[in-house]
């Protein structure tokens, strides 16, 4: 491969790349080419890996190209705040649903542009949301491999990748995931995602058709992620504080707090899919 060829992404990796971006741990699946365009190396809570992104770097901007960038529930609302959008115009301007093959859950991507693969948030000079950019931005090359599926709380394997057109492996600076992480404002984001992160390693090994409560289910995990704001009528415009107590602490919080909402959303989620949570009943529906 010519120095020309190594400055741009293969597209025939770009979906792999995705899959390590979407916690997918099942590396040894990847076709032999791949693993050598890739390179994922494991790290441990000690190991330093070498890394630099700057506009001096002869790549840079090409990461940003012909990606599935998985956008978090926190990812849409720093975004929406950023730009001034509601949560219909986000998902309509920039978004394009898609389901993980795992679980069947509808997730967010972000939505390139279809002549230049370009992000939409991407310009020469660089990223032009950089403050509020994706986890899955912050985080690169670093990606978090899950390997234990049953289990919503195991702390995920660290992973770098070394892609063939990125230079950034030659830019001085050694770094441990932690402090690559803490230095692209990543750390802060694992909590504020914990819920949603746990329905999908959990709903991960759960195979079989769909029925209509679970399909019902799986849409209203979309929607607290995506759009809050649906979610917020569903609890409020339905039957469900009939069927549900909330303390009135709780309620005041979700009336009009989308994190608080969100986190809300999750843990009832997790235990309306999954069985493992109390969900209170009131007394009419005893």
């Not at 790349?17 to 390179?39: F, I, K, Q, S």
């Amino acid at each position: 491969m010519s120095n020309a060829d190594k400055s741009k992404p293969d597209p025939d990796h770009l979906h792999e790349r995705a899959r390590l971006n979407m916690l997918d741990e099942e590396l040894h699946a990847m076709p032999a080419e791949l693993l050598e365009l890739l390179h994922p190396t494991k790290l441990g809570a000690d190991d330093r890996f070498q890394f630099g992104c700057h506009p001096g770097v002869s790549c840079f901007n090409e990461c940003c190209k012909n990606i599935e960038i998985v956008l978090t529930p926190y990812d849409m609302v720093r975004l929406r705040n950023r730009l001034e959008v509601d949560a219909e115009t986000f998902l309509h301007d920039y978004a394009t649903p898609m389901t993980l093959p795992k679980g069947k859950l509808p997730i967010v991507i972000i939505r390139m542009d279809p002549e230049s693969g370009r992000c939409p948030f991407n310009s020469d000079a660089g990223c032009s949301v950089y403050s509020d950019r994706p986890a899955a931005c912050r985080n690169y090359p670093v990606c978090m491999a899950l390997t234990h599926k049953d289990d919503a709380h195991s702390k995920p394997e660290s992973v770098v990748i070394h892609e063939t057109f990125c230079q950034g492996h030659q830019e001085p600076g050694q770094w441990t995931v932690a402090e690559w992480r803490k230095d692209q404002g990543a750390d802060g984001y694992d909590a504020r995602n914990q819920g949603w992160m746990d329905i999908i390693v959990r709903r991960r090994g759960q195979e079989g058709e769909l029925s209509s409560g679970l399909q019902g289910l799986l849409e209203l995990f979309f929607t607290a992620g995506a759009n809050p704001a649906e979610f917020r009528k569903f609890v409020f415009q339905s039957s469900f504080l009939s069927r549900y107590q909330l303390d009135p602490d709780t309620e005041a919080r979700i009336r009009h707090n989308d994190e608080a909402l969100m986190e809300f959303a999750f843990q009832w989620l997790n235990g309306a899919l999954f069985g493992d949570q109390e969900q209170p009943e009131s007394e009419g529906d005893a």
